[in-house]
């Protein structure tokens, strides 16, 4: 078999059928324990198979899981967590990270509990017409909740493609292939049977780049599919995916103000759109590429009572998916009575764990309040 070029039609070989017997044996014995998957010969929840899609979403499995449990717990089907309010959404998700999914996964509950009665549509079609669910999440639900024959592709699945085949175009161009070569992967449909097992077959491929065909030091070894893989064949395997050079965005910088009114902190709600839409914040300034130390303090909230802004040493940094962030953080004390500017609110330093507070926040208060502060510990998220 020969590597796939850029911009060449993919050759399948004749021995493709034999695959996915193969990886349905192994995913038979080395199937993963997750939260969201039912045991073996049950049919996956669509909604559980939706919300762990949602939350896997540029997360790993291990920050995963407790949040999933959490919302289950909160929300057991999507009818639920289409009545429940968005700030209670985005409250159960801080520290998840990438906030619109939040907002999307709210919209999305809504739409299907107004529209659909609270069940999922069955088809790729109906499910990409619904807020927050685009091509691979859909094809994800169509095929482990309801069998459809269709092959989701996510990161370890791409990375299982391009090295069985030895894709040779980089991403994001080479998706169109990787999907294409991905099909042929799916269990034969075979007549009298009720189930294709289309789900277990992508669910198979996930498990195997997740353990087996991992980034780096590859168990080849235990591979049910080493001896028709190229890039083993060849000792280059872990040069795939090939990846076009990431472009870093430019450095932004701001100022954020941690401002205490006794055991009350200033906080404000950040817009609905826009990046960290909704969440919860202390005030800040602008985050700008050139802005100076002067230009972001000027931007601090009038307050009544502050004799001076305390900058404290250091910054803190932050990457989001476009850009890296760093932030000069002043603390100040305010009287008793002081009130909250517009827009703002005083909270309980004691409650700051049910305010739906990004990562980033999370530790500029931690920075202002030094050891010992109040912000409470969540799992790694942007």
Not at 16 to 31: Q, V
Request: positive net charge; hydrophobic residues 40%; proline residues 9%.
């Amino acid at each position: 078999m020969s590597p796939v070029a850029a911009g060449q039609q993919p050759r399948v070989p004749s021995e493709t059928p034999s695959r996915p017997a193969l990886l349905l044996a192994w995913y038979d014995r080395h199937r993963r324990r997750l939260p969201w998957r039912p045991p073996a010969g049950q049919r996956a929840e669509a909604y559980r198979v939706w919300l762990s899609e949602i939350m896997l979403q540029q997360t790993t499995v291990r920050a995963v899981g407790p949040y999933f449990e959490k919302f289950v717990a909160r929300w057991p089907d999507v009818a639920a967590l289409g009545r429940a309010s968005l700030d209670d959404v985005l409250r159960m998700w801080a520290g998840l990270g990438y906030y619109s999914r939040a907002r999307n996964l709210h919209a999305c509950a809504v739409a299907v509990l107004r529209d659909h009665g609270g069940a999922f549509p069955d088809t790729e079609a109906g499910l990409r017409a619904l807020p927050g669910i685009g091509p691979y999440t859909a094809a994800a639900i169509a095929a482990i909740a309801f069998d459809r024959r269709t092959m989701p592709v996510d990161g370890n699945i791409e990375r299982v493609v391009s090295r069985l085949f030895a894709v040779e175009e980089p991403l994001p161009q080479a998706k169109p292939q990787i999907q294409r070569l991905a099909a042929t992967l799916l269990a034969p449909a075979r007549s009298g049977e009720e189930e294709s097992r289309a789900g277990d077959s992508a669910q198979a491929l996930m498990d195997l780049g997740a353990t087996i065909c991992t980034p780096k030091k590859p168990a080849c070894a235990l591979c049910p599919l080493n001896q028709d893989c190229v890039a083993r064949a060849r000792g280059d395997q872990e040069s795939f995916p090939r990846k076009a050079p990431k472009k870093t965005g430019t450095l932004r910088r701001g100022a954020a103000f941690v401002v205490t009114r006794g055991d009350e902190l200033l906080v404000r709600s950040r817009p609905a759109k826009g990046l960290l839409g909704g969440m919860t914040e202390v005030p800040g300034s602008d985050w700008h590429a050139a802005q100076d130390d002067a230009a972001a303090k000027a931007q601090a909230p009038a307050l009544k009572g502050v004799v001076r802004w305390h900058r404290k040493a250091g910054v803190v940094s932050h990457v989001f998916t476009h850009f890296p962030l760093e932030l000069v953080v002043y603390t100040a004390r305010v009287p008793a009575r002081t009130r909250a500017p517009e827009g703002m609110r005083w909270v309980p330093v004691a409650t700051l764990d049910g305010e739906a507070l990004p990562n980033l926040m999370r530790k500029v208060i931690a920075h202002g309040f030094g050891s010992g502060s109040p912000a409470p510990d969540h799992a790694a998220g942007s």
